[in-house]
């Protein structure tokens, strides 16, 4: 039965979705809190404000009113099935918006107490027929206008010392483009660029000799470069650390002068985007912002696919204004967990090039490398001669099966994705997700070269220092446990159930257990791997942050104490009483793998397809895997169908070549996610 739509009906209705769990309880205050403002507020308004205040928690920046109209199920939260949860399922949207046009909806909105169009102090804003809540129309607006502005003014170059200095940097290599030095130039010239590839694509490697390239163009002018590295997340910001060091130590710089000076002008120190800004706790607000801007003259930020709106404005806010800002990311990769797809937006073009007739000829005189006319564009916009993308892998080539997979899953071809798993790869696997099958993969690895967890677990005992050994010793032992760990990650699409994380920590845990692996399977042990639920600044942790419970000797006995990479390859100890926000993680969600790489990673697929599971998802954890991938499945062929199927879009009206057009991207899992019942009204 369809309800009638007068405040008192839809109030009842919100409450009923809400109970089912299909709305969030801040969307529900949300719309009581519009209706206290404005008690004649119209019903559709109000619906309105509640859908658009419940995209945030599934990864769009807005409410597309048509396309609500046309598919109203996507607006919700609803279970993979329809299903409802205890008592009379209540009517869903498709019979509440069953007779509802466009039109009409724009009209109900006219409320200039309650909705805005561009600047102002209303909590909504309208824009075409996105709706807003105005802080997250501010967010997109800033972003916007910041890389536009970057864009619309070039950086001179010395072109003769550039060119040498490409040369230097890039010596000639095989046939073709080389599209690393290709992206250097492209970045060199640009205040805002984006340097985009897959895995093995060589990001690092650009990047490195890229601030080389800077760095000495600066020296030349006697005037060096502050320059700052960031990632998004703890284990992100570690993983570039380590490997910009290496990439840093083996450059070769002598064709551009006094190389040894030059390489100490480059920074190996990687600090996640949290430090960088000085967050404050208990708040959304950072230290560094527009009226007190970051001492810096060059920020580079890696995998920044994982970030989201809300923080891509506030790093733009607090760049001081002659400030180089270069992104690194995979654009194929899932979007961040929170609202908006950055990345996406700004790399939609980047396999087409769309390079202008004057950029082909500039790069063709600085690289000596001719574009291929199929990527020249007459039309081509700023950011698309500010955008690169890597083409060539140097981890999976072409007869890699990793690389294979990854392509056809990326491609959404099913076919080709049953074709790599035929062609019997060493690298592959693809197992039921049966108790027997599951438990041997996850503790021995179940493929010749590959380690499950016992790995991990006998280095703590067969590597563990003697009662008073030094805190060098014991850092030793931690990083080599921590090194051990990452051989081997269980990845899961869902949150809850027996295929979720929830489900098979529990069950790994028994499994170890009965392995004599584990001492207990609850509370804190020796050998328990905890995951980071939340920023710690008091003790410098962040969220997706990755320790190992040890038990360290002492004269006394053995002390529990959690090991966490820290800044700069050293480890940070923890009491296990000190940590408030962790879980256990043999099993880890695929967003929260993200920035993380594994020599062998497993995927979990569930029973029945779920709208959490797309193309994205199966392609970014497919990706973390560096020697060895494995597919557990609990369902069908169809369900690996299915995901590798599915795009599902991400609203956003964040464009900068086509004003007005709503750019649709991708969709995210959000079920883990907290959320404060203040946090849409600050």
Known sequence: MTPVLNQAGLSDLLERWSDQGWLRAIDTAFAAFLLRESPDAHPLLILAAALASHQLGRGHACLDLAGTIKDPELALSLPPEGAAGEGEAPPLPSQVLSSLTVEAWLAALANPDLVGTGPGNTPLVLAGQRLYLRRYWQYEESVRLWVESRLATPIPLPQARLKAALDGLFPPGAAGP?????????????????????????????????????????????????????????????????????????????????????????????????????????????????????????LVVDEASMMDLEMMAALLEALPDPARLVLLGDKDQLASVEAGAVLGVLCARALEGHYTSATAAWLKEVTSDALAPELIDPAGGLLDQAVAMLRFSHRFGEKSGIG?????????????????????????????????????????????????????????????????????????????????????????????????????????????????????????????????????????????DI?????????????????????????????????????????????????????????????????????????????????????????????????????????????FQAPGRCHQNETIECEHREFSQTSLFE
């Not at 299915?642 to 464009?655: E, P, T, Y």
């Open 178 to 298: 080389d599209w690393q030095k290709l992206a250097c130039a492209l970045s060199a010239r640009s205040a805002f660029s984006v340097i985009t590839g897959g895995p093995g694509t060589g990001k690092t490697t650009t990047v490195v000799r890229l601030l080389a390239l800077l760095q000495a163009l600066a020296l030349d002018a006697g005037q060096p470069l502050r320059i700052r590295l960031a990632a998004p997340t703890g284990k992100a910001a570690a993983r570039l650390n380590e490997s910009i060091s290496g990439a840093v130590a083996k450059l070769k710089l002598d064709a551009l002068g006094d190389g040894e000076a030059l390489r100490a002008a480059i920074p190996v120190a990687v600090t996640t985007l949290h430090r960088l800004l000085g967050s404050r706790p208990d708040t959304r607000h950072f230290r560094y912002n527009a009226g007190n801007r970051l001492p810096l003259d060059l």
């Open 404 to 544: 294979q997979l990854a392509a056809a899953v990326n491609a959404g071809d099913a076919g080709a994705v049953r074709h790599v798993f035929a062609a019997g790869h060493t690298e592959l696997g693809r197992i039921p997700a049966a108790e027997q099958e599951l438990k041997a993969l996850v503790i021995d690895g179940a493929k010749p070269g590959a380690h499950g967890y016992r790995h991990y677990l006998e280095t703590i005992s067969n590597t563990r220092p003697v009662p008073g050994a030094s805190q060098q010793a014991l850092d030793g032992w931690a990083s080599e446990v921590l090194a051990a760990h990452s051989e081997f990650q269980l990845l899961c699409a869902l949150r809850r159930g027996p295929w979720g994380v929830e489900g098979l920590n529990a069950s790994i845990a028994g499994w170890l257990h009965q392995e004599s692996l584990i001492a207990e399977v609850e509370g804190w042990y020796a050998g328990r791997p905890v995951l980071v639920t939340r920023n710690d600044y008091g003790l410098g942790l962040m969220n997706g």
């Open 547 to 655: 320790g190992i419970t040890l038990a360290l000797p002492s004269k006394q006995g053995e002390v529990l104490r959690v090991a966490f990479p820290a800044e700069g390859g050293g480890i940070r100890w923890v009491q296990p009483s000190r940590l408030q926000a962790v879980e256990t993680v043999y099993a880890l969600t695929v967003h929260k793998s993200q920035g993380s790489e594994f020599a062998h990673v497993a995927l979990v697929l569930p029973e029945h397809i779920n709208p959490i599971l797309t193309r994205e998802l199966v392609y970014t954890g497919i990706t973390r895997a560096r020697k060895f991938f494995t597919l557990a499945e609990a369902g069908g062929d169809g369900v690996l169908g299915g995901a590798i199927a599915r795009q599902v879009l991400r609203a956003s009206g964040l464009v």
